[in-house]
């Protein structure tokens, strides 16, 4: 996952960007962040779904 330092840099320029508007090279650096975030979510996500087993209990049942 993507480590405390980044995360918090992303809030901070999210704050930033609110209150006061964020420089060119800022709006670049949070697209990039944002970009990375985003992978390493993706990533972890497909990973868990890969991890998960469907069961079908309805095939022994009886109707």
């Keep these: ?3 405390k330092e980044k995360l ?4 901070f ?10 420089s ?4 670049e650096e949070q697209k ?7 992978s390493a979510f993706r ?3 497909r990973k868990q779904l890969d991890c998960i087993e469907v069961v079908d209990d ?3 049942q009886k109707n």
Excluded: C, H, V
């Excluded at 060119?24 to 709006?27: A, G, M, S």
């Design 1 to 3: 996952m993507i480590s």
């Design 8 to 11: 918090d840099r992303i809030n």
């Design 13 to 22: 320029l999210a704050r930033k960007s609110k209150e006061t508007g964020l």
């Design 24 to 27: 060119t090279q800022e709006k």
């Design 32 to 38: 990039s962040l944002r970009q990375e975030y985003l």
């Design 43 to 45: 990533d972890n996500f």
């Design 58 to 60: 309805n095939k022994n």
